[in-house]
């Protein structure tokens, strides 16, 4: 018997996008089960992240930093929808790409990610994370730069901070790993703070779902809570005793829902 066409289709393509100083490595665990699974995933590494061979000082702007996810967004085929995954920081990166190409993308989703709404600048919710006390991010490393440097201000987590607040659940090997590979990197505010709000017809079009880690010392879940409710999205999920590194602590978990997603946003 022929497709009827009444049979709703599952979003089979799955870009993962990392959170700030992280890489494609960290999603690991997660994109072997989705590959396992049947889906199609796509993991890029951002400019100056992972394996990308750019250092910082070479990335000037939030655009450019995001760059290697939207030429993989725009080479796609003109009949073609994916589902972003926006982990941590890695959600300005997919809102960014949302508003850029929305009718490329099925559904946008936000692992305990930043959500930008579309009245404030982009870096709304993050500043807002900031009103914390600096002690809190413990032995973690910024720095700024003068205008003539030409330079985006830099963050570097250290190990303590790395073991404390984002990895606290997860296996102890994946905390090695994180202390090897993560890189600096740059939160971009200055720019993010210059640029206007994501619009409503394009960004605010695409379907979105976040996904609430119960246990996120980094983003904690009060803040994820009030980003919702400071911009409602299509669907909420939860994942309990999960840290803020989803992606290794509770990868089944993560896949399941992220499954579910794919299922009903084509």
Known sequence: MGDDGSKKKTCNHIILVHGASHGAWCWYKLSTLLTSAGYR???PDLAAAGIDERRLEDVLTFADYSKPLLEIVVSLPADERVMLVGHSFGGM?????????PEKVAAAVFLTAFLPDCTAPPSFVIDKLFEVPISVWM???????????????SVLFGPQFLESRLYQLSPPEDITLAKTLIRITSLFLDDLR???????DRYGSVDKVFIVCEQDF??????QRWMIENYPV??????EAVDHMAMVSKPKELCQCLMEIASKYS
């Open 41 to 43: 995933v796509t993991v």
């Open 93 to 101: 990166s997919i809102a960014l790409a949302a508003e850029m190409f």
């Open 139 to 153: 032995d973690t490393q910024f720095k700024t730069y003068t205008a003539e440097e030409k330079r985006p201000a």
């Open 194 to 200: 210059s640029r206007p709000p994501f619009t409503a």
């Open 218 to 223: 980094t983003i904690p879940e009060q803040h």
């Open 234 to 239: 299509k669907e909420v999920k939860s994942i």
